[in-house]
């Protein structure tokens, strides 16, 4: 039995704007706080590239906040409020920079966002309706007796729900404002972005489908494989607009766009060993995204370069960061024993014993395929870096490495995505139990 | 209670009394005057809602000596007395907030003329919402056509000229529809009493008589009472009217004056032409469906606006579709939702529109979007209201607009046909419409100072205190009407139990 959740005021007697830490929403909220530090900390000597800085701490900050709130919500009024919210305080990170580039990214941004949201708002209104409880319960609170006869508009309103919120998450075909959003932001808010406030998507996509309207009601369904096949189509076409993308930020952007759809894609299986990858891929995702973000503004900040052909010859420059980057790119795509392997191991095996047709064997073909185009969108940066030929001879002033703080950060994450990927099976087996006590 | 009884006739026979005096009256002895009645009748209407909570029944009272079936007559109800209220609040604040804009836009020896206007106007929406026959109906909606008109003009530039001569001509319209409508009604039941006449319509369609007539009065009821309240393709007098209009007069227009007409259609067909009859009946389906394009070419239009009352304006036609969407889905609920929104949007428009007065006010009197840029900081009380203006229409949760959006979707879930997929889409693309040219608005309102950037711009703590020590002497009334303003959309959006209670149960006892 779950705790009874903590109600700060009740706004209809039958909605309430509550609080509950379970297990789940204390592991999202503990990550975002680790990413949080380690990217303020990077920010606080990135932020001598830019101006405005109070403004940019303070939203900084308050989202995070809004995060805090969306972790901890105890039903989904109040995973939906934080969410909006959490949405109009990391526009202005967005628009930080105030160029005209910014100022449509942030409006893209935005629209996509609320657009989502008010999709997910249906959902909230339909369970409302349709729930014995409006908590958050492993299972699902549908009233069996309430929902006799609507099963159908039920599933269409979770399939829109789910697709709402995979706006925040990048899915198809909502995913547009990511590549738009990432290169204007500032380099440690493009790191948050993409590491952190794209899980709160996929956060709120996992409480919608395994705790309000329950596993059992969407498996085998249409819902299920629109769901999946969605996804699938957003992880290939992530990978594959990475490939031909020349900006590092919006390669970066795309690749997230491909990477969270693979988390997307476990929870979609509805069955615990997809759940627990994606669950890892998560904690995975994060590192390594924030860590490839990070080591993008490490460039920006010593050279101003922006696109991937400038990057040649950058290792003798920037050994370290690039170094750094490698260890990345190699937990990406996938390859033991970095942080990145196991998690797609474990989806491909919980894609592969779901018995859904035909998913259950193209799944792990396409997270195949991805995993070609991921290296082939990062090794070469830095394998160019490092050995960039005979012929190659360095333009423009050698800046030096970046400052040691900067460094230190994207090293500390380099370390953790080999520790994680070397002790990556205490974490898995954290998340198969988690997994175990939402499957009910 | 029995003193209580006199309160709906008092209602309406007080502000047309306080409205003669006023002809006489200098303009600040007039303003006083208007308040006090506004005020006294506030109290009266709560202490009369009140009773009907505690239980007392809803009555009928005849005005003058003619019963039933040749008399007039007034009836109160939980509903009644609950939007009475309403309409005397937020007139109250309305003309808080505008005063100043009333100095300048009317000029002080015409200021009374203004009074008398308001309150006649507010008498015959009191009148519509009390009124239980169509005689009174029919009177009471052109008084308030004419009144409207008046404090449309009594800002006198050419743009108020052009808007209240169309906003006559539609709206004389409509009143003409209204009357043929009630021709027709009291040719074929010979009554002009709503009961009365809901029970003669119920004969008719038992005997299978005059099918044919009765159903084109129903159409010119809804028709007409349609092309008064803006609903989509009969709005386009709205946003002329509504822009040109002085502050005050802008947020009485959108917030009230149309509310009262949709107040009556409700009313006709609840206690006119009856439940019996409505239920599943061709007209809501067509309300449904202009409500629903309504919600959605208001919000497009609003998009194309440079002018800060305009777009206000449109974003008013696209409220006014969700209304009646709600009356359209034809179940209790809709209509529950429907007098939902009418109250929300009643506060949220009216405090927009105060605020847009501000605005222009720190914008050197110009409504345009490149003279506004910066203007929320430059007042900053308007910007919050902004702010809190931009989440209700957007529907988070705290503010009012949410509260509608869950009564209007729980509504529209509650009939599973194409209804509810047609109401969930406007409501789902109309929401992202609404965001896109709030936000839009409120970024400029925040952004830039443009070209004027001022020298050792005070910051923090001392910023509010400058602002305050500048403003509080002279516009005490309209930082008061905005703050009181806020504090509903909070209390609706915090506490929206009681108010919507209080509509189910009044709907419940409306026939």
Known sequence: MQEAPFVLLMLTDSLTLAFRADVLGLAFLTLALLMWTAVGIYALRYKDHQENNGRFFAFYLLTLVMLVGLSLAANYVTMYLFFEMMTLCSVPLVLHNGSAEASSAAKKYLFYSIFGATLGLLGLFFIHAYSISSDFLPGGVLDAAKIAGNEEMLRTIAFLAVMGFGAKAGLFPLHAWLPAAHPVAPSPASAVLSGVITKAGVFCIIRVIYFQFGAAFLRDTWVQRSWIAVALLTILMGSLMAFREKRLKTRLAYSTVSQVSYILLGLFFLNEAAFAGALLHVLYHSILKDGLFLSAGNILYQTHLENVEELKGLGRQMPRTLGCFAIFSLGLTGIPPFAGFLSKWELAAGALSSGLLPYAWLAPAVLLISAMLTAGYLFPIVIHGFFPGRAYRSEGPDTGEAPVAMVGVVGALAAATVVLGLFGAPILKFFLDLAGTIFL | ?511
């Open chain 2, 1 to 511: 209670m029995n003193l209580l009884y006199n309160v709906p006739a008092f209602s309406i026979l007080l502000p047309m009394l306080a409205g003669v005096i006023c002809l006489v009256l200098p303009a600040r002895a007039s303003r006083r005057l208007s308040n006090t009645v506004i005020v006294v009748l506030a109290l009266l209407s709560f202490l009369l809602l009140n009773s009907f909570l505690d239980g007392a029944p809803t009555f009928t009272y005849r005005m003058g000596h003619y019963g039933a079936p040749i008399g007039n007559e007034i009836r109160a109800g939980e509903l009644e007395s609950a939007m009475a209220m309403m309409f005397l609040v937020v007139m109250m604040l309305s003309l808080m907030g505008g005063r100043n804009h009333l100095r300048s836009d009317i000029g002080r020896s015409k200021v009374n003329l203004y009074y008398i206007s308001v309150l006649f106007l507010l008498s015959s929406m009191l009148a519509l919402t009390y009124t239980n026959d169509l005689f009174t109906a029919y009177v009471f909606v052109e008084i308030n056509t004419v009144t409207a008109c008046g404090i449309i003009i009594s800002k006198e530039d050419g743009y108020t000229l052009a808007a209240s001569m169309r906003y006559l001509i539609m709206s004389l319209l409509g009143s003409g529809l209204f009357l043929i409508g009630i021709c027709l009604v009291y040719g074929l039941t010979g009554h002009l009493l709503m009961p009365n006449i809901q029970e003669a319509v119920n004969q008719l369609v038992q005997n299978g008589h005059y099918q044919a007539p009765l159903q084109v009065t129903i159409a010119l009821f809804a028709v007409g009472l349609a092309l008064k309240s803006a609903l989509w393709p009969f709005h386009s007098w709205l946003p002329d009217a509504h822009s040109s209009a002085s502050a005050a007069s802008s947020a009485i227009l959108s917030g009230l004056v149309l509310k009262s007409f949709i107040f009556l259609m409700i009313k006709i067909f609840f206690r006119t032409v009856g439940p019996d009859v409505m239920t599943g009946h061709a007209i809501l389906n067509l309300l449904l469906v202009f409500g629903v394009l309504g919600m959605l070419l208001g919000s497009v239009n609003a998009l194309f606006e440079k002018d800060i009352k305009r777009m206000l304006a449109f974003s008013s036609v696209s409220q006014i579709g969700y209304i009646f969407c709600g009356i359209g889905l034809g179940t209790i609920a809709g209509v529950s939702a429907a007098l939902v929104q009418v109250v929300v949007h009643a506060v949220t428009k009216a405090m927009l529109f105060i605020a847009a007065g501000g605005l222009m006010d720190a914008s050197g009197g110009r409504k345009d979007f490149d003279a506004l840029q910066g203007a929320g900081k430059r007042d900053i009380v308007a910007g919050a209201a902004f702010v809190v203006g931009t989440m209700s229409m957007i529907g988070l949760p705290f503010f009012a607009g949410f509260i509608t959006k869950l009564t209007l979707v729980t509504a529209a879930a509650g009939t599973h046909d194409w209804r509810t997929y047609v109401s969930l889409a406007a409501i789902v693309v109309s929401t992202i419409l609404t965001a896109i040219y709030y936000i839009r608005v409120l970024s400029l309102l925040f952004g830039r100072n443009g070209s004027e950037e001022q020298d050792g711009e005070v910051r923090g703590r001392r910023f509010l205190s400058a602002y305050l020590r500048r403003h509080l002497s002279m516009d005490t009334e309209y930082i008061l009407a905005i703050l009181a303003f806020i504090g509903i959309n909070l209390w609706i959006g915090l506490r929206s139990d009681d108010l919507v209670d209080i509509i189910n149960a009044g709907l419940a006892t409306f026939q």
